[in-house]
């Protein structure tokens, strides 16, 4: 690191030991303060002629960045402006954030990074992370060393090929790893001097993009088989020797990786995959707090999860987890979970059915006495028969939960649980407001992406989202202040507790099931709290004197420290 954090023997205040100086100090997004930096400092790191003559105040350039901010007419204008930002100074980006999280977090990820990502050739500006290619293969632990952090850091790494609901972006799918990380930094105060984005450029089978003249990636054909599980063995045992004691985040891989990719590698460094366990995690804390107002206790609840794939699969194990938890036989559990992929339901007897949806499947003798007229049951008929309490829809299909659908659920639950948690906001399987025009008011929604409340028969409505920030940054920083050494599902079951506790009464009473998102650092605080205490039950963390105070020593908050020229460079 260019930068060392002291405390001044006399005045006990912090302060930054830079042994850089001059345009160095402005180009580094840490430590560059911009027209902030004071006249001493300026003096000391030889700034004097770098800078405009007025010394700003943080306020001052916070009022700047808002009137820039607005200047930007769409969204994607936003998210490349704070991108920016971010490159040039982190502290004040990181300020704008908070100071702004319902109207900042839409832009910095879901559902604006969807664009950012599918563009990301087209808008490139400056990299950010480290990205990997199958040319690399052999020398990751110097490409690894090349990058000083805080240790141990956050790792959030992706493959590129299932962004969002978007699919195969290659080399554009970096953007999800960067939003995540300032996620972690905002959510629950992880130093950005300790994360790494890393983009595991393995080539894209996306034509368009092959086709692009402007594309930055590896322009292959996306790398398969033994040579690519090579490459992630290699970066796994990189990550090991340069940063021991390292989280890392596996982030947007298609099921044909992620599953493998998580269980290989779960106990060999501290791991999790956000979109198998985080979002698994975000439902289940959503069950517990609709049930607090829903005339059923969680463990009588019936499912229907619309969408096979890796964050289906996740969802319906960690809810029959959480069943098992509570007391419920694990045969009954998972008898009250029913999932469908774009085929209807997924049956045992299913000509060709293996791997993760095997583990999914229904047994035929359960709706041998429904009434259905196709071979697979559709989505209707299982509404029909099933007369479930929850419907959750990670299926990638918009539309999906028509009215038919939601109609007969509401006519056998008197407040359905309707989960369309699909990103973007184009891919969600109904709108809220389609939701509660189809249900008559009754419904509880929460929705992947961010929705706004809706007017209904003279009552107003709010809209949860289920957005797993609430969960990753708690996990992370729960893991960080105990040196967990491995993720368990005990951990993300008491994240999804915690979750939910943190869900004020009245909010969950008027129908929404997930806090506000200007009380993510103290959800982040709670769950990380819960995490860190299973971590340690579990035997996968030692114990700490102070918990609390342990939580609190890894949150940063962004505010300028004095800089001061240590005379080493």
């Given at each position: 690191?260019?930068?060392?954090?002291?405390?001044?023997?006399?005045?006990?205040?912090?302060?930054?030991?830079?042994?850089?100086?001059?345009?160095?100090?402005?180009?580094?997004?840490?430590?560059n303060?911009?027209?902030?930096f004071?006249?001493?400092?300026r003096?000391d790191?030889?700034?004097?002629?770098?800078?405009?003559?007025?010394?700003?105040?943080?306020?001052?350039?916070?009022?700047?960045?808002?009137?820039?901010?607005?200047?930007?007419?769409?969204?994607?204008?936003?998210?490349?402006?704070?991108?920016?930002?971010?490159?040039?100074?982190?502290?004040?980006?990181?300020?704008?954030v908070?100071?702004?999280?319902?109207?900042?977090?839409?832009?910095i990820?879901?559902?604006?990074?969807?664009?950012?990502?599918?563009?990301?050739?087209r808008?490139?500006?400056?990299?950010?992370?480290?990205?990997?290619t199958?040319?690399?293969?052999?020398?990751?632990?110097?490409?690894l060393?090349?990058?000083?952090?805080?240790?141990?850091?956050?790792?959030?790494?992706?493959?590129?090929?299932?962004?969002?609901g978007?699919?195969?972006?290659?080399?554009?799918?970096?953007?999800?790893?960067?939003?995540k990380?300032?996620?972690?930094?905002?959510?629950?105060?992880?130093?950005?001097?300790?994360t790494?984005?890393v983009?595991l450029?393995?080539g894209?089978?996306?034509?368009?993009?092959?086709?692009?003249?402007?594309?930055?990636?590896?322009?292959?054909?996306?790398?398969?088989?033994?040579?690519?599980?090579?490459?992630?063995?290699?970066?796994?045992?990189?990550?090991?020797?340069?940063?021991?004691g390292?989280?890392?985040?596996?982030?947007?891989?298609?099921?044909?990786?992620?599953?493998?990719?998580?269980?290989?590698?779960?106990k060999e460094?501290?791991?999790?995959?956000?979109?198998?366990?985080?979002?698994?995690?975000?439902v289940?804390?959503?069950?517990?707090?609709?049930?607090?107002?829903?005339?059923?206790?969680?463990?009588?609840?019936?499912?229907?999860?619309?969408?096979?794939?890796?964050?289906?699969?996740?969802?319906?194990?960690?809810?029959?987890?959480?069943m098992?938890?509570?007391?419920?036989?694990?045969h009954?559990?998972?008898k009250?979970?029913?999932?469908?992929d774009?085929?209807?339901?997924?049956?045992?007897?299913?000509?060709?059915?293996?791997?993760?949806?095997?583990?999914?499947?229904?047994?035929?003798?359960?709706?041998?006495?429904?009434?259905?007229?196709e071979?697979?049951?559709?989505?209707?008929d299982?509404?029909?028969?099933?007369?479930?309490?929850?419907?959750?829809?990670?299926s990638?299909?918009?539309?999906?939960?028509?009215?038919?659908?939601?109609e007969?659920m509401?006519s056998?639950?008197?407040?359905?649980?309707?989960?369309?948690?699909?990103?973007?906001?184009?891919?969600?399987?109904?709108?809220?407001?389609?939701?509660?025009?189809?249900?008559?008011?009754?419904?509880?929604?929460?929705?992947?992406?961010?929705?706004?409340?809706?007017?209904?028969?003279?009552?107003?409505?709010?809209?949860?989202?289920?957005?797993?920030?609430?969960?990753?940054?708690g996990?992370?920083?729960?893991?960080?202040?105990?040196?967990?050494?491995?993720?368990?599902?005990?951990?993300?079951?008491?994240?999804?507790?915690a979750?939910?506790?943190?869900?004020?009464?009245e909010?969950?009473?008027?129908?929404?099931?997930?806090?506000?998102?200007?009380?993510?650092?103290?959800v982040?605080?709670?769950?990380?709290?819960a995490?860190?205490?299973?971590?340690?039950e579990?035997?996968?963390?030692?114990?700490v004197?102070?918990?609390?105070a342990?939580?609190?020593a890894?949150m940063?908050?962004?505010?300028?420290?004095?800089?001061?020229?240590s005379?080493?460079?």
């Amino acid at each position: 690191m260019r930068f060392r954090v002291f405390v001044d023997s006399q005045t006990s205040e912090p302060y930054l030991s830079v042994d850089i100086t001059g345009e160095s100090v402005l180009q580094d997004a840490f430590l560059n303060k911009g027209d902030a930096f004071s006249r001493a400092e300026r003096e000391d790191l030889k700034l004097v002629g770098l800078l405009p003559d007025h010394v700003s105040s943080i306020d001052e350039q916070l009022r700047r960045v808002r009137h820039q901010y607005d200047l930007k007419t769409s969204e994607i204008g936003k998210n490349i402006y704070l991108n920016g930002l971010m490159d040039r100074n982190e502290t004040l980006f990181y300020r704008f954030v908070l100071d702004n999280l319902t109207e900042t977090v839409p832009i910095i990820y879901t559902p604006t990074i969807a664009a950012a990502c599918s563009h990301w050739s087209r808008i490139y500006r400056r990299a950010h992370g480290l990205y990997i290619t199958p040319r690399d293969r052999g020398r990751i632990v110097s490409i690894l060393r090349g990058r000083p952090v805080m240790e141990p850091p956050v790792i959030v790494v992706t493959d590129n090929e299932r962004i969002l609901g978007i699919g195969d972006q290659g080399a554009g799918g970096m953007g999800i790893p960067i939003g995540k990380l300032a996620l972690y930094t905002a959510a629950a105060g992880i130093h950005p001097a300790r994360t790494i984005p890393v983009s595991l450029d393995v080539g894209t089978n996306n034509a368009e993009l092959l086709d692009d003249p402007l594309y930055v990636g590896f322009r292959e054909p996306r790398l398969r088989g033994q040579e690519y599980d090579d490459l992630i063995d290699e970066f796994v045992q990189a990550v090991n020797e340069v940063y021991p004691g390292a989280l890392l985040q596996w982030e947007d891989f298609a099921n044909v990786t992620s599953f493998g990719n998580l269980e290989k590698h779960r106990k060999e460094i501290a791991s999790f995959n956000d979109d198998i366990q985080g979002t698994a995690a975000m439902v289940v804390a959503g069950i517990f707090s609709a049930s607090e107002y829903h005339p059923l206790n969680a463990t009588e609840h019936r499912i229907v999860i619309s969408g096979a794939g890796s964050a289906g699969h996740g969802i319906a194990n960690q809810i029959a987890f959480a069943m098992i938890d509570s007391g419920v036989d694990p045969h009954e559990a998972w008898k009250r979970i029913f999932v469908l992929d774009s085929r209807g339901l997924i049956l045992s007897d299913r000509r060709g059915l293996k791997g993760m949806k095997a583990d999914l499947a229904t047994d035929p003798e359960e709706i041998a006495h429904w009434d259905h007229h196709e071979e697979q049951p559709t989505l209707l008929d299982v509404v029909r028969n099933v007369k479930p309490s929850v419907l959750i829809g990670v299926s990638g299909m918009p539309g999906l939960f028509t009215k038919d659908v939601i109609e007969q659920m509401a006519s056998t639950s008197e407040r359905p649980l309707i989960m369309p948690l699909s990103n973007p906001t184009s891919h969600t399987e109904v709108t809220p407001a389609s939701a509660l025009k189809w249900s008559n008011g009754t419904a509880i929604v929460a929705t992947g992406s961010p929705f706004a409340p809706v007017e209904f028969q003279g009552e107003t409505h709010p809209i949860g989202q289920a957005n797993n920030v609430f969960i990753f940054p708690g996990m992370g920083l729960g893991i960080l202040a105990v040196g967990a050494r491995e993720v368990t599902d005990g951990m993300f079951l008491a994240a999804a507790r915690a979750l939910s506790a943190a869900t004020p009464p009245e909010l969950v009473a008027a129908g929404q099931i997930y806090p506000d998102i200007e009380h993510v650092r103290d959800v982040s605080r709670t769950v990380a709290s819960a995490v860190a205490s299973k971590a340690v039950e579990e035997g996968v963390a030692d114990g700490v004197e102070d918990l609390e105070a342990a939580i609190e020593a890894e949150m940063w908050f962004p505010e300028y420290v004095p800089a001061r020229f240590s005379g080493h460079n």
